[in-house]
């Protein structure tokens, strides 16, 4: 049996890289050849954002596993805008090979 990894895209309304976080896993599991489910997930509220261990939006986790590497240690739990620290600069995207290197373990 073929296992499809669940990715789910956490992200409060109107968040400007909710979307492009939604293409940018839909692009990289179709580049791999992953049949990924792709969920988005909204945090409406602070209490939300702490149950969830919600890092800011947008928050990518496949299969329960947040893709930024180190994000499991991470306790900074609130509702607000994720900036990613990635080897070219700030950014409100993780990279791709973050997103691709979690696909690939799922």
Same mark, same amino acid.
Not at 4 to 9: I, T
Not at 12 to 25: D, I
Not at 38 to 48: G, K
């Given at each position: 049996? /073929?296992?499809?990894?669940?990715?789910?895209?956490?992200?409060?309304?109107?968040?400007?890289? !909710? *979307?492009? !976080?939604?293409?940018?896993?839909?692009?990289?599991?179709? *580049?791999?050849?992953?049949?990924?489910?792709?969920?988005?997930?909204?945090? !409406?509220?602070?209490?939300?954002?702490?149950? /969830?261990?919600?890092?800011?939006?947008?928050?990518?986790?496949?299969?329960?596993?947040?893709?930024?590497?180190?994000? *499991?240690?991470?306790?900074?739990?609130?509702?607000?805008?994720?900036?990613?620290?990635?080897?070219?600069?700030?950014?409100?995207?993780?990279?791709?090979?973050?997103?691709?290197?979690?696909?690939?373990?799922?």
């Amino acid at each position: 049996m /073929l296992l499809v990894p669940l990715v789910e895209v956490l992200s409060f309304r109107g968040c400007p890289h !909710a *979307e492009p !976080a939604v293409a940018l896993v839909r692009e990289t599991a179709r *580049e791999l050849g992953v049949a990924a489910t792709v969920s988005l997930v909204e945090v !409406a509220d602070p209490e939300t954002a702490i149950r /969830l261990r919600f890092l800011g939006s947008p928050t990518i986790r496949v299969d329960g596993h947040d893709v930024e590497p180190g994000a *499991e240690r991470r306790e900074d739990f609130a509702l607000g805008c994720r900036i990613y620290r990635t080897r070219d600069g700030q950014s409100g995207l993780p990279t791709r090979e973050w997103v691709r290197a979690a696909l690939a373990r799922a």
